[in-house]
């Protein structure tokens, strides 16, 4: 019986966002949807404005799977995961031990095809964009919140709005001139009702 796909189908069961009061619940299932999504984006805006070379089918696989290993560990929040480097360093390894434990439960001839995006080259040009399309679905998130009339997310949308800004990514700048305002309208308004 094989079940790494078991595991990931569990993914919806994991909550984010989990010391701050949302209006609406997130999964890193759907989580790991959107940040595939804008990381496709992203390599797309990378590649046809700015020459970049990314392997784009690299980039979104490893968006796919960036989050598997909250399966077993939890989603740890930021504030307590950057609490200094000593916890940082441990929740790493700790993470590796997971998804090596999951990628362990695929039959041989396919864990060679998939291991290789279940633990991202994070020195890679495509682990980096994935990164920035992480942090661009955390920052959608915050404006949902806000949309909604949560401020809570008033410092969170602060914080990661002004990471996105640094980003030495000019396909970031892109997306966020070019498409993060239409998040703020409603159905009506995106139809031209």
Known sequence: MEKF???????KFIKRWQLMRSTR???IMEHSHSVAVLTHALCVIDRTLYGGDADT?????????????EVMTGDLPTPVKYFNHSIHGEYEKLETLAVEKIAGTLPEE????????????????EYKLVKAADKLSAYI????????GNNEFVQAEKTIRKALEESD??????????????????LDELEGL
Request: with cysteine; aromatic share 14%; net charge negative.
């Open 110 to 125: 396919m864990r060679k095809e998939i291991s290789p995006y279940l633990l991202a080259d994070k020195s890679s040009r």
């Open 141 to 148: 998130k915050c404006l949902e919140e806000l949309r909604s």
């Open 169 to 186: 990514l000019p396909a970031v700048k892109y997306f966020l001139d070019c498409f993060i305002p239409a998040f703020s309208l409603t």
């Open 5 to 11: 796909y078991a595991y990931l189908d569990r993914m």
């Open 57 to 69: 089918e690299k980039a979104v696989l490893y968006a796919l799977y960036h989050e598997v290993s």
């Open 25 to 27: 619940d997130e999964n």
